[in-house]
Structure formats: structure tokens, C-alpha cells
């Protein structure tokens, strides 16, 4: 039986958005919504003494003992066992108590525009026992991941896998995340107002997020293919993304280098190579100015969980 690396059927099956919503939307927008599983395990997280760093993903805590504390925009979040804690995107100071165990479900949820699925909610708790879905579906996707994966709670989908476990894991984080946009929503972190994205908008996303990294400089033909010249692109895209076509295409080099960066099988070099860098410095200066940190901080603290 073929066993593929679990990233690679992630990026080649992408999971659609499956929740419940209020909110209406063409069926290409849900389609197009990038919701990743990135790990999951349940155990003591790899927190000594206060930690803190930008985090691109979203993270869902159950707290099983201890307590652990999130310092996010000024204000600090308090949840201890019998408390879900749901720290929003960003900046976060994290310290715990030495005996911390929790339940832990790391995901991407990003709309087509980029931004967070939900917008960029402050740092959520609610009590578990008003959660029961969000506990039971979480459970079982733990567990089946553990037992598929025994011993690699920290680099789980760096294992190699077979389709059918691939398939198995997505249906579960599929029910979970269904779960978990419930609580959200009833906390009042749902999708922001919906807006009316140009036709053209939409065809330039759909064109740079489709393209492979190497061809990148084939959006330059974007603007003649719609019928618009470059500058009127750009104001209508700013207008409704808020970034340029060249700032998207940027974007999109960035979270290839970063998904690349969490693959432990390739140097640091290797990945400045792939994405057609010529020298090992100058993807170091380009990533630290889009990402705020450093291509080998950004690898060390991903790797570590």
C-alpha cells in the first residue's frame, strides 16, 4: 500500500468549510476556504516557564489539570481543568503551572482573502461542560490519530500515511471543526459582515493562491487576461482584500516558505532554493521582513509544537 507524507495529502485535499452557518455565501467561497488540521495529542504541551511568539494557526486547549495563562492585546486569560481556551491569532505570552495537561487541536482556518476565518477574535473560554460535541469529536480524533501514529505527538503529519488514514482523520476534524464553529458562533467570534468581492478580485485570488510557486511571475498577465490595466486591478483589490496583487503573491511565497519550513526533510537552504531564491541570506532577510521572525526560529518553534 502507497504511504505519502501527511502534508502532502493535506495540501492536495484541502478541507471545506462543512459548518452550520448563518451567514450566505457562494458555494466557490466555501470552496475556496483553506481549513487545515495541523497536530493534535493529549499529554503535557512543551511550555517551560513563560513562551511567547506570533502564531499564525488557531489552537482549541482543553484543559484537563493545571492551568495556563494567555496575555494577548493587554489582557490576561486564566483556564484551568474542566475549561476549553481558545487563544485568537497573533501575538501571545503563554505560562502554565508545572502540572499543565490538556487536550490540544492545532488548525489553519483562512478565508480566500487570507485572513482568519473568523476574524481576529481575542482569546475565548468556555466551561466543557457546555461544549459536549466540541469534548466527544475532539476525543475521537485524538485518539484515532494516536493510535495510527503512536509515539509522534509533536510531528504527527510529518509521518508518512496511506490515503485511507488521510480520508479517516479528515472526516473526524471535519466533525470537530463543525463543533467548534458552533461554540465559536456562540460566543459571538463568527465571519465577519459579508462584503461583495469584484468578479476580477476573485479570478486574480483564485489565479495567484492556484498558481505553483515558480510561475509566480506569471500573474503579471493577470491584469490583460480580465481586461483591466495593472493600476485598476490593484485599487479594486485593496478595496476589497486590502493588499495589491504583487502584496497577495508575496503572501503566497510566505505561506509556501512556511509550509515547507515545517517539513523536517529539507535544509533550510533547500527551501530558499526551491522557491527560487539565489542565496541562503537573502531568503533569510526576505522571510524575516514578511514573517517577523527569522526562517530558523520560525522552523525551531514549529517543530517544537
Known sequence: MTRIPFAVLLKKLSITGMAKVTVRRPLDFWSSLQIELLTCYEGSPQIRGPAQGKSEYLSAWLIRSGWIDVEAGGTTTRAAAG??????????????????????????????????????????????????????????????????????????????????????I???????????????????????????????VRASLDGVWKCPVGRLDHINQLPAKLGVSRDSLDRLMLRDTGRTLRQTSQLR?????????????????????????????????????????????????????
Not at 480566500?112 to 475565548?124: A, D, H, K, Q, V
Not at 466543557?128 to 503529519?157: I, M
Not at 530558499?272 to 527569522?294: P, V
Request: glycine share 6%; net charge positive; charged share 25%.
Open 83 to 168: 475549561w476549553w481556551m481558545f487563544p485568537g491569532p497573533g501575538h501571545r505570552v503563554l505560562a502554565a503551572s508545572n502540572n499543565l495537561a490538556l487536550l490540544s487541536i492545532a488548525f489553519y482556518a483562512h478565508t480566500p482573502m487570507r485572513e482568519p476565518f473568523l476574524g481576529n477574535y481575542s482569546t475565548l473560554k468556555v466551561r466543557a461542560g457546555s461544549a459536549a460535541d466540541l469534548e466527544k469529536h475532539a476525543v475521537r480524533l485524538v485518539r484515532f490519530v494516536e493510535k495510527q501514529f503512536p509515539g509522534t505527538a509533536w510531528n504527527t503529519f510529518k509521518e508518512l500515511a496511506t490515503f485511507e488514514q488521510f480520508a479517516s
Open 253 to 305: 511565497l510566505v505561506e509556501e516558505a512556511r509550509s515547507l519550513l515545517r517539513r523536517n526533510d529539507m535544509l533550510v537552504k533547500q527551501v530558499a532554493f526551491s522557491l527560487g531564491f539565489k542565496t541562503l541570506a537573502h531568503f533569510s532577510r526576505w522571510f524575516k521582513a514578511h514573517a517577523g521572525e527569522s526562517p530558523r526560529i520560525f522552523r525551531k518553534r514549529s517543530l517544537n509544537g
Open 170 to 200: 479528515r472526516t473526524r476534524f471535519t466533525k470537530w471543526f463543525e463543533a467548534w464553529c458552533e461554540v465559536m458562533r456562540k460566543q459571538g467570534a463568527w465571519m465577519p459582515a459579508d462584503q461583495h468581492i469584484d468578479p476580477r
